[in-house]
């Protein structure tokens, strides 16, 4: 069983910055991990993951060189540092998991954070 806890939302201004955590707790070593958000009255939407090794990462256009994902694999913790954010990066953010080859609608979801950006 696979748990993840999301933290470190909260708000920001236009330009600035913020960090997400993601807490993974059960065997988490073989896991891609992922960052999705669902802004108010928009469906969810991918962000960004990273693969179990953590040489490989993916990025939505719109938020490509503006966030970076990463994993400490030690501590079981993912990260999405998120800078020069805009009104529009606003939404709940979410953490997720899964195993190599399968979906991350079928893989382990937090509860998410909620981030806002103020113009």
């Known amino acids: 069983q696979v748990q993840v806890v999301e933290s470190g939302g909260g708000l920001a201004q236009a330009g600035g910055s913020l960090r997400l955590s993601c807490a993974a707790s059960?065997?988490?070593?073989?896991?891609?991990m992922a960052w999705f958000r669902q802004a108010p009255g928009k469906e969810r939407e991918f962000v960004a993951d990273?693969?179990?090794?953590?040489?490989?990462?993916y990025y939505a256009e719109s938020v490509k060189g503006r966030f970076t994902i990463s994993r400490d694999g030690g501590k079981n913790m993912i990260y999405l540092q998120m800078n020069s954010l805009k009104p529009e990066d606003t939404a709940v953010y979410y953490c997720?998991?899964?195993?190599?080859?399968?979906?991350?609608?079928?893989?382990?979801w937090g509860q998410g954070t909620q981030v806002t950006v103020s113009s």
């Open positions: 990273i693969d179990w090794s953590g040489g490989r990462t």
């Open positions: 997720a998991a899964r195993l190599g080859g399968t979906a991350y609608t079928n893989g382990y």
């Open positions: 059960g065997r988490t070593f073989a896991y891609d």
